[in-house]
């Protein structure tokens, strides 16, 4: 069965400062990997994913993330975040055609 | 095109009531999912419908709860009766009939059991 490893639970930072948040996944199969983002209020939405190819994927809103097979990984990164990044951030390994989510990062921002 | 959708929003129920909650996916969504997040856990797969079929029912918690998908469109997830443990986030989401395509998340149902 596969499972994520999401760390740091709690990230406060200050707009313009940088974020990275860690994935870390365990599964035999191939590897499909998400990042879903649900702001206050709202429901989940995907942020980016990766099925193959390049291992560097952009997503919305200035996110990105890199996929590193050798490590297990599937960090979020975004150089500059604002006010309105302020969210719960998800990452997810889909096998047998279910996801598989990490506790999630609740990432606030201040202004 | 109208997102996943899911009724109701929020429901607080007793213990040992039953507690009925609808999803209806994209129109055109063969395949449709329901997971659930309980407070300070992750969020995680309960099963998965293709049409109007159960392709995966493993993450069930136990036969308290019974999903259906009549006529391969909407899908209702009913618990009876309800035990405390069952609040938490209801989510349901769908994907195209391609294996491997994007979920789509409704915006789930809220469930506290007192």
């Known amino acids: 069965a596969q499972s994520v490893s999401q760390h740091n639970h709690h990230v406060i930072l200050s707009e313009a400062a940088s974020l990275e948040l860690g994935c870390n996944y365990s599964y035999g199969g191939t590897v499909n990997l998400f990042w879903y983002v649900q702001y206050p209020g709202q429901h989940l939405q995907l942020l980016l994913k990766?099925?193959?190819?390049?291992?560097l994927v952009k997503g919305i809103k200035g996110f990105e993330a890199e996929f590193i097979k050798s490590k297990f990984s599937f960090n979020l990164r975004k150089p500059s975040v604002q006010w309105s990044d302020t969210a719960e951030y998800f990452c997810a390994v889909r096998g047998n055609n279910r996801l598989a989510f990490g506790k999630g990062n609740q990432v606030v921002v201040i202004p | 095109e109208a997102g996943v959708t899911q009724f109701p929003s929020h429901s607080v129920i007793e213990k040992g009531q039953t507690v009925t909650l609808r999803c209806d996916p994209i129109?055109?969504?063969?395949?449709l999912y329901w997971y659930r997040r309980v407070m300070g856990k992750e969020i995680k797969f309960l099963l998965h419908f293709v049409k109007e079929s159960k392709q995966d029912e493993s993450g069930m918690p136990n036969n308290r709860f019974l999903a259906e998908r009549t006529g391969g469109t909407y899908s209702t997830l009913k618990v009876q009766p309800a035990e405390l443990e069952d609040s938490g986030v209801y989510f349901c989401?769908?994907?195209?009939?391609?294996?491997?395509?994007?979920?789509?998340f409704g915006p789930g149902t809220r469930l506290l059991v007192l």
């Open positions: 129109s055109g969504h063969d395949n």
């Open positions: 990766y099925f193959s190819g390049d291992p």
């Open positions: 989401a769908s994907s195209q009939e391609k294996v491997g395509e994007t979920q789509y």
